[in-house]
């Protein structure tokens, strides 16, 4: 295909690994096998460019250049079902991240050499665009896992940029990674408009994700008929939202809450009285706990 492309349009080149820039006079496309080609902007019309974009991906010039490493993930992920003869062979246990920060925030180059620097080796980082994407994180034998809230906290101290982290689960084969590529960028677009959290773990999120496929007379009628007279009463459900968040443990939530336990006691006991519902136990924790993320 590019050597017929070529006879068209005679500025085609292919990208090299190694070159450090992508030159801002060509436009520059993926094709299926991961190439990046770029043809001189003055050899090209609005017509070629609607043309081409049909079989080819834009490349933006702001991203930084897929390594061969990101490469070889990012045609894995792309395929809709694994091939035996794929080339990729996985050697360490991964995990995907979703990350997402605001526009303009951080150059995505700056970001990624930032990543870089916080993991102590490089990084295959996957963009949607110039403020989310995927880090894929391996699992190298005895290393430790990084912490992600460090991770925001180095960022905002060096760099003052807020970023959210949707950290998935590691595993250990390719298979369907293309279904959970797709399902986890999905999953961390819905939690984080239910959750303020700066870091979300896959298994922090199912209520809401649960939460979220369920129809809205129905997250409304759960939210009116566990939470009773208490539906709009933000004080006592901040405290019951915190007392879960922290494991049913009175002692932890009254130092969250500034709340001498006493108090949480009572308050507790007269949520009981009211309603029926003691939230000291895990199931009627769990259902007030759905309850109120179905009310946001």
Request: aromatic residues 12%; charged residues 25%.
């Amino acid at each position: 295909m590019i050597n017929q492309l070529r006879k068209i349009y005679p500025s085609l080149l292919v990208y090299k690994e190694g070159c450090d820039h992508l030159d801002r006079a060509y436009k520059w496309f993926v094709t299926d096998d991961n190439k990046i080609i770029g043809i001189r902007e003055e050899e090209l019309t609005c017509k070629d460019v609607a043309l081409l974009v049909t079989f080819l991906n834009p490349y933006t010039t702001d991203l930084p250049v897929l390594t061969v490493e990101e490469q070889k993930w990012r045609k894995v992920i792309q395929m809709a079902e694994l091939s035996p003869t794929s080339e990729f062979k996985l050697e360490n246990p991964y995990r995907l991240i979703y990350f997402s920060f605001k526009e303009n925030q951080i150059s995505p180059i700056l970001f990624k050499d930032a990543i870089n620097e916080l993991f102590a080796k490089q990084v295959s980082i996957l963009w949607e665009n110039g403020h989310e994407g995927i880090i894929i994180e391996e699992q190298m034998m005895y290393e430790e896992c990084i912490s992600y809230e460090q991770i925001i906290d180095v960022l905002m101290s060096d760099l003052y940029v807020k970023i959210k982290f949707f950290v998935g689960s590691f595993k250990e084969e390719l298979k369907d990674i293309n279904q959970h590529y797709q399902s986890l960028t999905k999953a961390a677009k819905t939690i984080f408009s239910y959750s303020n959290k700066t870091v979300v773990t896959y298994i922090d999120a199912v209520p809401y994700l649960l939460i979220d496929q369920t129809e809205l007379e129905a997250r409304l009628d759960i939210s009116k008929t566990v939470l009773q007279d208490y539906i709009n009463d933000e004080e006592t459900l901040k405290m019951i939202e915190a007392f879960v968040q922290c494991n049913l443990n009175i002692s932890e939530t009254s130092k969250v809450l500034y709340m001498h336990r006493n108090s949480l006691q009572y308050r507790l006991d007269r949520f009981l009285e009211k309603t029926g519902i003691d939230v000291r136990q895990f199931h009627h924790a769990m259902a007030v706990y759905l309850a109120l993320i179905a009310r946001k």
